[in-house]
């Protein structure tokens, strides 16, 4: 077998995934586009380069050997900004996950560290691969030796050889380093020859081969003035060159037989997976997750065939088992009830024609412990039966106590409380395409082990969320918010189905026109969906400037097409093209797919157990991200309609609810005032911050000031507003220093509320809702950085999300006080949507608005706007 080392340089490849990517997160907040581009680039490497050894090195420290040389080495760069420097922990953790080798050494930089290695691997008759951003490291290349430089994207690569040196530069790779020696590199503030650039520089060592020939021939070069500049600098050109050259006999500890690569750890890189939210990369893994779980002892229970009243008592634990694929088909496989009597499994055919079940399961008085109770609702609703009493959801409690972790079964959460008498899921049904239902034996043994696992955690979680002040944030807000999601959710949303299909023709009608209008401007027909033939139409035969390279030719991605807009019409019209696309394809089709045949509705699920600071979300669809920037997009929300004739939709939102959550949790005063003035809020930022009276606020200004003041409630930073705003960074930096010497009751919170979450670990909301920030007392300092943010945020965000979940109890209490028979059908973000017959909206418009403002208590009033009309559209 071929010994091969890859040899990656770290910084410069998580940097290139960092500029590559958009600023991305995962449901946490944390920050991912660095992580998932290093992600995807050693996923390619492994698969193409298939080595035998491998490491990643990465730099030590800010300063090197090479600063006692020329102090302001690397100088003039800027601070690596805090949404990349936060990633590299979590890199690193991937790296160990892959069980890939990574180095780091004091006083040296990654490149001496690669440059080391490559030299001994050649020696020892490995082939060598080196993957970096940085060009710095060609001068490594030799016939063993190639070094793979990424481009602009992530994957596309440039490979150096000795030909490709040549035939780049005309030089060998070993004239690298001569060359920035007389160039110098601005990226590293090597100073060069000033008025040297690359082509004199190249010139003048096909002459004279290497920088200190250069420098003893000076004679014999031509021109006055470059003479002069090469005599004037040559100890500076000489030095540059020092700067220049990697180290490759470094100290290091490790050698080539240490970095023995033998593949990962499945699990580990499938938890890293699940934690950072890579659903895609999860998907591209398609292997076995092997988990060693035992089930320590035998239990025994009875299968029955009769429900009686031995088992329906007054407490007991329901478990009914859902296949998830199936969830609103109600495709139940079977049942279990635990109770102090004992353990008992029932099939799904008893359960379903005992009328004794149907009572019980709806008797509000007889007590039931469950494990998502919201699922169980739903499942047992589309069977025609009604679960009432629940008095505690073994899921719900365990989030509220760690919301950090992903419970993904019964299984997750026992053995996080201790208990190991039931297995994962996954061990039992298997996973992908070997997923199956067991024989009846071991399903019901599954089953009834979930059902003794939540009887039996039920006492432990309730002492918990007292001993955490939660009783009330789970029996007052989590645990009849789950009742109503439930309702919500067997409820549905009416689509008209027509309308959609109408949408669909139309937009096919504008693809259409469009399509053509491209190939008038184009002069040709072509497949405008192919990369390949709009590379060749752009950037050959209309000539438009090359922006960036893939291996297969010119790239034609959406942020290459931007920069191109203006320069020629058939862009604009490319860029509708594929917007009108995706609408056509994601939205129309896709809403499509999921309308219920029966009910003529959408059935969306609300995540009520996902998100770190209580936020609901919606999958099967996501109706909460229904395109609105684009008109089109925006009408698609015509399709969603009443349920009943001379029946019309209803929205009402909150107004900027976490802005007025901050200036009730920092008690700024200027804050306060703008809100309790009924103010602008940006308009009065910009007016405090730039010192302009209200008629001079122009609307850059607003512009500016509305980036800020969302920017601090999710965790600002000055490359964050820098990339929002268009600007440096340095003058986001100077805008948000502006703004919180004028809001100092917000600076004042930030201080206060970092200093409390490293004292406690841990931040709430104001409905005691907690997210635990272990890294915020950690010793590094990127790790730190990015737990202090969210201890920032968190507060705030979080209790935005207990208003209006808070809202939406008050609001279904409120309903049935009045006796009306609006019904609330969906929570977007800020927002409840209701339907109701017309009669009704007087009545909503007065009570929506009065409960939602009144939710809870703060220091500044809670605005709702409201709306109503024939469509969810017409409602906005």
Known sequence: MTKKIVLIDGNSIAY???????????????????????????????????????????????????????????????????ELSEQFPFIRELLDAYQVSRYELENYEADDIIGTLSKQAEKDGYEVKVISGDKDLTQLVTDKITVDITRKGITDVDSYTPDFVNEKYGLTPEQIIDMKGLMGDASDNIPGVPGVGEKTAIKLLKEFQTLENV????????????????????????????????????????????????????????????????NTLLEKLGEEVVQEEVVVEDISFEKVSELTSELLTDEAALYVEVLEESYHNADIIGFSITNENGQYYIPVEVALASEQFKKWAADETKQKIVYDGKKTSVALSWKGITLKGVDFDVLIAAYLLNPSQDFDDVASVARTNGLSIVQSDELVYGKGAKRAIPDEEKLSDHIVRKGQAIFALKEKLVNQLEKNDQTSLFYDLELP????????????????????????????????????NIYEHAGEEFNINSPKQLGVILFEKLGLPVIKKTKTGFSTSADVLEKLEEKHEIVRGILHYRQLGKLQSTYIEGLLKVVHEDTHKIHTRFNQVLTTTGRLSSIDPNLQNIPIRLEEGRKIRQAFVPSKNDWVMFA????QIELRVLAHIANDKNLVEAFRND???????????????????????????????????????????????????????????????TFVGVQEYMDDIVADAREKGYVKTLLHRRRYIP??????????????????????????????????????????????????????????????????????????????????????????????????????
């Open 652 to 655: 009402a939102d909150y107004s």
């Open 481 to 516: 918010l789950s009742v109503i999601l439930a309702e919500m959710e067997a409820t549905g949303v009416k689509v008209d189905v027509d309308r959609l299909k109408d949408m669909g023709k139309n937009l096919a009608e504008q693809l259409k026109s469009l399509e053509e």
């Open 215 to 278: 420098l003893d021939s000076i004679d014999q070069v031509s021109g006055k003035k470059l003479k002069e500049k090469l005599e004037e600098n040559r100890d500076q050109a000489l030095m540059s060159k020092k700067l220049a050259t990697i180290d490759c006999n470094a100290p290091i500890t490790i050698s080539v037989d240490d970095v023995h690569y033998e593949g990962f750890d499945i699990k580990k890189v499938t938890d890293i997976f699940k934690e950072l939210g890579f």
């Open 775 to 876: 890294e915020i007392t950690s010793r590094n300092f990127n790790l730190r950085s990015f737990a202090e943010r969210t201890a920032m945020n968190t507060p705030i965000q979080g209790s935005a999300a207990d208003i209006i979940k808070k809202a939406m109890i008050d609001m279904a209490d409120r309903l049935k006080q009045e006796n009306v028979q609006a019904k609330l059908l969906l929570q977007v973000h800020d927002e409840l949507i209701f339907e109701a017959p017309k009669e009704e909206i007087s009545i909503l418009e007065k009570i929506v608005p009065e409960v939602m403002e009144n939710a809870v208590e703060l220091n500044v009033p809670l605005k709702v706007d409201y709306s109503y009309g024939a469509s969810w559209y017409d409602a906005k």
């Open 16 to 82: 290139r995934a960092f500029f590559a990517l958009p600023l991305l997160n995962n449901d946490k907040g944390v920050h991912t586009n660095a992580i998932y581009g290093f992600t995807m680039i050693l996923m390619k490497i492994l698969e193409d380069e298939n080595p035998s050894h491998m490491i990643v090195a990465f730099d030590a420290g800010k300063t090197t050997f090479r600063h006692e040389t020329f102090q302001e080495y690397k100088g003039g760069r800027q601070k690596t900004p805090p």
């Open 679 to 741: 103010l602008d809020i940006h308009t009065k930022t910009a007016m405090d911050v730039f010192h302009v009276a209200k008629e001079d606020v122009t609307s850059n200004m607003r512009r500016q000031a509305k980036a800020v003041n969302f920017g601090i409630v999710y965790g600002i930073s000055d490359y964050g507003l820098s990339q929002n705003l268009g600007i440096t960074r340095k003058e986001a930096g100077e805008f948000i220093k502006r703004y919180l010497e």
